[in-house]
């Protein structure tokens, strides 16, 4: 069994991928927080519910090499949409960004990526544990 293809670490590393895609686009506003004209931006968030229903939908026929082993191929191949983030007023110069609002965001998906990748861990600890290695 290929642990990075478990349905479970599949879905993890995309949330994981698409926090880190989020802290690259946060990063910009504040880094153009006073840029003229600059309009604050987000990465439009993963909807779980249709990840689980892709995931229910995409499963492969099981494919048996052994009548113990089960393999399964999840696809996490989706991309992330950019969208505007209008949360505040513009300021005189047209600049969207509001330095407080991006410093609770950025502060947020910190939060979920740790949350995310310690869930990643344990399950792989799990898995390590149940095939009987340390």
Do not use: C
């Not at 931006?41 to 519910?49: E, S």
């Not at 191949?77 to 609002?101: C, F, I, K, M």
């Amino acid at each position: 069994m290929n642990l990075p293809e478990v349905p479970l670490l599949g879905i993890l590393r995309e949330r994981m991928s698409w926090l880190n895609a989020r802290q690259g686009v946060l990063s910009q506003n504040v880094a153009n927080a006073d840029t003229p004209g600059y309009s604050a931006r987000d990465i439009k968030p993963i909807d779980f519910g249709d990840i689980l229903k892709g995931e229910s939908q995409s499963q492969p026929a099981l494919i048996v090499t052994d009548p113990r082993h089960i393999a399964i191929t999840p696809d996490t191949t989706a991309g992330y949409e950019d969208a505007a983030a209008p949360d505040t007023e513009s300021n005189p110069t047209g600049n969207t960004v509001s330095l407080e609002q991006e410093m609770i965001k950025v502060a947020d998906n910190q939060a979920q990526y740790a949350a995310a990748a310690n869930l990643y861990s344990k399950a792989v600890g799990m898995m390590r544990t149940a095939i009987g290695q340390p």
